[in-house]
């Protein structure tokens, strides 16, 4: 079955740890995106790649970072910068950008 | 930058009966405006759009409206079930650059449908 795959579901991050969330499509997606998702708050944009080898800012890229070395993982990286981790973090891909997104059953994180 | 209002933020209703969920968008150059339903720890399922060439589409029991000269679009669905229950959102098309297709997401309703 063609899809997105986010693991772990849940995620327990230490102070000053990083922790990467996984994200993969089978799709053959060339586009993907990073969203964080907080109580009561729809879904902000952290990072998105339009294309493998590239990928942009979000609206609050601060205390995160990503990768696009294969076309079908875009790994998100919460960093020790990020100092309110704690939400539910969703992964999403389209054929091309201005196309429909699809999404993964996301990853929850949370702070010990 | 685009900014998209939902409301209401919670709506209750009877099973049978119709629900409707509102958008407004600021950017009049917004072009695609999904809806997705989004169920307790999983991700949002898109579940209808729409492009602001057309002015209405259907898919069994659930419809989009889209007014661009009033800048808004509205989710219908018709016969509600209990199965209906979940929180949807809509979202507006950044239309521009770089950023074009990227979404900007209403806060959310959470629907509930009684039996």
């Known amino acids: 079955d063609g899809g997105i795959t986010q693991s772990p579901k849940y995620l327990f991050r230490k102070e000053g740890q990083n922790v990467t969330l996984s994200c993969e499509q089978n799709?053959?997606?060339?586009?993907m995106y990073w969203y964080r998702q907080d109580p009561g708050q729809g879904l902000r944009l952290i990072y998105y790649s339009q294309i493998v080898n590239d990928f942009q800012k979000g609206d609050i890229a601060e205390g995160y970072s990503v990768s696009r070395e294969k076309k079908e993982s875009f790994p998100l990286t919460v960093t020790s910068a990020q100092k309110n981790p704690t939400a539910f973090y969703l992964c999403?891909?389209?054929?091309?950008?201005?196309?429909?997104?699809?999404f993964g059953d996301g990853t929850r994180l949370s702070i010990l | 930058g685009e900014n998209v209002e939902q409301h209401p933020s919670t709506l209750s209703v009877q099973e049978g009966d119709s629900a409707v969920i509102k958008c407004t968008y600021s950017d009049s150059a917004s072009n695609y405006f999904p809806w997705y339903k989004q169920e307790l720890g999983k991700g949002p399922q898109l579940i209808i759009d729409?492009?602001?060439?057309?002015g209405e589409k259907k898919d069994q029991r659930i419809a989009v409206t889209l007014n661009k000269t009033a800048k808004h679009f509205s989710l219908h669905i018709t016969e509600t079930q209990p199965e209906d229950s979940a929180v949807y959102f809509c979202a507006a098309s950044l239309p521009y650059g770089g950023s074009q297709g990227n979404l900007i997401f209403g806060k959310g309703t959470k629907l509930s449908v009684k039996p």
């Open positions: 999403a891909s389209s054929i091309q950008a201005d196309q429909p997104q699809h």
């Open positions: 799709l053959n997606h060339d586009a």
């Open positions: 729409i492009r602001s060439n057309v």
